[in-house]
């Protein structure tokens, strides 16, 4: 079956404030998972995590929270390990099951390719202390291809899933993989740019992923327990 032109897998959006009033009950069960925008820098949070958060959880979905790395701002380097410490504390605090630190150039202009790459090496290192989960690194192949052999090299990132935005039509059927990654964990392939992204119960247009996987695996990826099936008597 195809949705879209794309292979059936674990369908999932995620949203922030940008999506104003989203009516939960009207968006399609096929949504199995949901990542909120839960904080951006040090000291913002997004306040649509309060009534978005809880409606997830409450229709039965996974949640997940996503934190926007700013490696500058206004001209001055910003504490990666500070900004993973108030993301852990929203995360937590709102109930979270899954995370994802997005990483991209908006807002980071001025940040040379070995300021990104210590930055989420740091914020990544304080997650595990403050979490220990895994946690998943959201970008796009034009942002992370322009830092250059620094960004292909870091192996040392190539161990955390890859979610990947990449608005390819659905004739493409995967999406580009930038180096040090050799696959795809998530795949971002609608939003509000190149292909258009719409979900009943939001308005406008919305980020929509798809998992390489089942819900169990999606379930096993994040060190979710997995209901064992349950024998007949």
Not at 93 to 101: D, I, K, S, W, Y
Not at 120 to 144: C, H, K, Q, S
Not at 166 to 191: E, G, L
Not at 216 to 225: A, E, I, Q, S, V
Request: hydrophobic share 45%; glycine share 12%.
């Amino acid at each position: 079956m195809l949705l879209g032109g794309l292979p059936m897998m674990l369908q999932g959006i995620d949203v922030s404030g940008n999506n104003g009033v989203i009516r939960w009950h009207d968006v399609p069960d096929e949504i199995r998972f949901v990542a909120q925008k839960l904080t951006e820098g040090t000291g913002w949070e997004d306040g649509s995590a309060k009534v978005n958060c809880p409606a997830v959880l409450g229709s039965g979905r996974l949640l997940g929270g996503y934190h926007y790395l700013r490696v500058r701002s206004e001209g001055k380097a910003q504490d990666a390990r500070a900004q993973a410490q108030d993301f852990a504390a929203a995360w937590h605090r709102h109930g979270c099951e899954f995370a994802a630190l997005d990483v991209e150039a908006q807002g980071n202009g001025l940040a040379k390719a070995q300021e990104v790459l210590d930055a989420v090496t740091e914020f990544v290192a304080e997650w595990r202390e403050l979490v220990g989960t895994p946690i998943a690194l959201y970008t796009y192949p034009g942002f992370w291809t322009a830092l250059g052999p620094r960004g292909y090299s870091a192996l040392e990132l190539a161990s955390l899933p890859l979610w990947i935005a990449h608005y390819a039509p659905p004739s493409a059927r995967v999406p580009m993989v930038p180096a040090p990654w050799t696959d795809w964990t998530i795949w971002q392939y609608a939003a509000g740019a190149g292909v258009l992204g719409r979900v009943e119960g939001i308005a406008g247009d919305v980020d929509r992923n798809c998992f390489r996987g089942c819900y169990d695996d999606f379930k096993r990826l994040w060190g979710l327990p997995v209901a064992l099936p349950t024998l007949a008597g």
